[in-house]
């Protein structure tokens, strides 16, 4: 019987785990909306651009320094969705916190940070600045342990 099992290699252009940090994995930049865009504002733009969260901005007594409400997530969405929250404003469904990570984090403490707060996206921030550059998502890291060189 034929081998079927596919046999991969790390990239040379992803380190391993061990080595990374949040800027080798990190999406930059981040896509956002206003906190009163719709349940359907926020499914198009998701949709649309392939991605699995989005970040709610605005003016808010709840805002961080970093200008970020929240982040509504592809299963925030769905929620909302299913449970018929079809009029549910972006800065309603932002439910999950802000978490946040500087591009010179270390992979695994980020991946720490995720596990301990539950999250499937940190927000990348310029450490003095606290803005906002990039999103590390749980796949990305899952990328860096498929991919990275070990």
């Not at 990374?20 to 206003?34: K, N």
Request: hydrophobic share 40%.
């Amino acid at each position: 019987m034929p081998d079927t099992a596919i046999h991969y290699h790390g990239s040379y252009l992803m380190p391993s785990l061990e080595h990374a940090t949040v800027a080798d994995a990190m999406h930059p930049g981040i896509l956002s909306c206003e906190p009163d865009a719709t349940l359907t504002d926020v499914a198009r733009m998701m949709a649309s651009n392939h991605i699995h969260c989005l970040a709610v901005i605005g003016v808010s007594h709840r805002e961080p320094e970093c200008g970020i409400w929240g982040i509504i997530s592809d299963l925030d969405l769905i929620r909302a969705g299913i449970r018929g929250g079809e009029d549910t404003s972006a800065g309603a469904l932002a439910q999950q916190s802000i978490v946040s990570v500087t591009p010179t984090t270390s992979l695994r403490d980020a991946g720490e940070l995720m596990v301990t707060h539950g999250a499937n996206h940190l927000v990348v921030v310029e450490a003095e600045s606290q803005r906002p550059v990039g999103i590390l998502s749980t796949l990305d890291i899952a990328g860096v342990l498929a991919w990275g060189e070990g």
